[in-house]
């Protein structure tokens, strides 16, 4: 910390308070904050700054934090399904032969910086040219409420599997080995996990579960540093290690705030990496066109392992983009004097027009689905994947979207009140389970997708209620949007955690909003007034 500290320049306060002006006009034209990060660098080099140690210092613990993050949200089964690591690896060998063959075949027309690329460096760089971004990604996921959906656990897979070609790449590409004492430490973490989990269990909220998450993560990160593995893979191996925990999701969302402020350092650092001149200008434009067959070969992948159109969609556009990864190859392809200095540059400026394209995709990715829906539903496959069956809501007249502990009170409440065509829905796999387990009637489903709607006949349904629990508000906005769209004209009640959300829920088509710690509240004062008078008339 004392290093840290000390790397604080009288600059870089100045520095981070104009990332916060352009991360707020960014979110002001709908667009993601980092995107205002990113302009924000560019505009910082171009005036002459440069980045400093504490702004680097920022990059390498916001990136450890992501990683950690990662982890404790990761489940190993994911990781093997096919869809994920099959389309992952198809994936990456087609990118990165179409990418070797168009560099080479732009350096034999003499176009400058291509016409230093022999096979080796074209290969490598066609290698980092087929990452997706982690940090994008995950920042979108989260700000949608989406890191439990299928598409963003496909998502997060696909990139998990990424990360494991990264981390190969990057060990031979600095030739170098993993210490003997590598071993040990992985066997060591092996057998410590069920201390760790322990530990743990019986560390309460507040400061200490803050403290315990760093700990793992950075110390993690050093871990694997001082057996010369990547301290990347560090933080992201010790958060696997508490991923199955009843309390991972709880600390992820404890060092959610702490992350996103390291992160404005990674993003200020790209954009402040270098200068572009005209010809980098020209380069990045023209691999920039590439975005489009990535993102295509994603969907037709997808959509051959049996993912269904919508989901397929929204992972394509998600995963298109150019990765940090690109960032890290070139420098060590600099530092091996592979390629020469302006390519660091080039993908500098590449990844962050590739957030701003692929920022603008997603925000319009609803839209460009419903608009092209019919096409694209031509490539769906026949068969489903397990758990992703059509639903039969024939005879239901109560459903409640999203059965977690606000829709499982629900649902028990209107089990006891002699309620009995009900149904609860979920995108989490985890969270259906457990509720049909317990006896709650629960299937897989996204309620805030259209095609989930769409597949049920309006002119058969009996649906009564609908009860949007989601814990994310914008979720819950889209399902009664989309609801109302499909025809359906019962009461539609919704939840919230803020009252400036209330407005946008009504509007969309809800007709009752709670405010669930209001409710909360009122439910607590109700309770103790029934007990009151309970005990005077006794």
Known sequence: METLLTSIEYRDPIWIAIAFIFGFLSKQVGLPPLVGFLVAGFTLNYLGANSGSFLKEMADIGITLL????????????????????????????????????????????????????????????????????????????????????????????????????????????????????????????????????????????????????????????????????????????????????????????????????????????????????????????????????TSLFFLLFSRFRVRTRSANSTSLLLGNYSEFGLIVSVVAVSQQWISQEWLVVMAVLVASSFAFSSVANNFSDNIYSRYRDRLRKFEHAKRLPGDEDIDLSGIRYLICGMGRVGSGAFDYLLEQGHKNLLGLDFDADVVKLQNTVGRTTHFANVSSPDFWSRIDIKDSKIEWVMLCVPNSNANEIAARLARQWGYKGLICATTKFPDEEARLIAAGADAVFNIYAEAGAGLAQNVQQICNINAKD
């Open 67 to 294: 990683l950690f993050s990662i982890g404790l949200k990761l489940r190993i089964k994911e990781l093997l399904r096919i869809e994920v690591w099959g389309v992952t690896l198809i994936h990456m060998l087609s990118v990165s032969i179409f990418m070797t063959i168009s560099l080479l075949i732009l350096g034999r027309t003499g176009l400058p910086l291509f016409d230093e690329l022999n096979l080796a460096s074209a290969m490598m760089l066609a290698f980092a040219l087929s990452f997706s971004s982690t940090v994008f990604v995950v920042k979108v996921l989260e700000g949608r409420g989406d890191m439990l959906s299928q598409y963003g656990r496909l998502a997060i897979g696909v990139l998990i599997v990424q990360d494991i070609a990264a981390v190969i790449f990057i060990g031979f590409s600095d030739a170098k080995i993993p210490s003997i004492w590598a071993a040990g430490v992985i066997v060591i973490l092996i057998l410590g996990r069920p201390i760790l989990h322990k530990l743990f269990s019986r560390i309460e909220r507040g400061e200490l579960l803050v403290l315990f998450g760093l700990v793992l993560a950075i110390g993690g990160a050093a871990l694997f540093d001082a057996v010369d593995m990547k301290g990347d893979l560090g933080a992201l191996v010790f958060g696997l290690l508490l991923a199955n925990h009843p309390k991972s999701s709880e600390l992820a969302k404890t060092l959610f705030s702490i992350k996103e402020l390291f992160l404005v350092g990674f993003f200020l650092n790209i954009g402040m990496a270098g200068l572009p001149n005209t010809t980098v200008i020209g380069i990045v434009v023209i691999l920039l066109v590439v975005l489009p067959f990535k």
